[in-house]
């Protein structure tokens, strides 16, 4: 257990939900909600459990597979929980997810929206959609390169007529976090997009000031992941090789 450790989970979900109101009442103009994704991979469901029964619905995962081993049991328990998948999505696990996941936030390429598109017709099952985009044009990155978004946002929008809802991005590390959240807000606006998911335990309050709807917050909840192994170099969502 690290130092971070909340002391509780009660504690810790309070902490984080007064400093998203803070951070909103500080903004000038921020997103009409800034909605709490809890992000409980790398954790068990016995960490979840209590942050589910205090009523938080909202939770993200980054991997299909960890997801179907804690979510199912969950979810027929909690049929209002609402399930984000935030990592990068391989094609063969696409039907998977679209039974396990309300929101997907990592649509970043053709194969994978078709792929989406066909899954949809099969099972009229049809999550909302994010397209990720690389706003840090990183080679080891997912996400769409901000230039070539504009032409995929239309793609994927108008003509496969899948249901996108938002952005999302994945600052680089080393880099202030607001140019990158200042880029995903204009290309939403630009597109009538409503949706913005972006920043982290670190930075989202910087990201609240540019518009989230959507803060993926895991660390700050549930203190350092418990398996924190290969999953580690995830958390900036990087392309699985
Ligand atoms: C792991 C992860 C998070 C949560 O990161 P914390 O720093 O623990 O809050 C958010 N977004 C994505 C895409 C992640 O992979």
Known sequence: MSSLEPSSPAAALAAVAARIDKAR??????????????VSKGHGPERVRPVLEMGHRVFGESRVQEANAKWPAFKLA???????LIGPLQTNKVREAVQLFDVIQTLDRPKLATALKTEQARTGRSPTLFIQVNTGEEPQKAGVAPQDAPGFIAWCRDELE????????????????????ALLQKLA?????PLLSMGMSDDFETAIKFGATHVRVGT????????????????????QK
């Open 220 to 239: 700050a909840l549930f203190g350092a992941r418990e398996t924190e192994t290969a999953a580690s170099h995830d958390v900036a969502g990087m392309v």
């Open 25 to 38: 009442a500080a903004a000038i103009r921020p997103a009409p909600f800034t909605t709490l994704v809890a």
């Open 78 to 84: 909690h049929p209002d929980v609402e399930l984000h």
């Open 189 to 193: 606006r630009d597109h009538g997009l």
């Open 162 to 181: 899948l249901p996108v809802g938002g952005l999302m991005c994945i600052p680089p590390i080393d880099e202030p976090p607001a140019p990158h959240f």
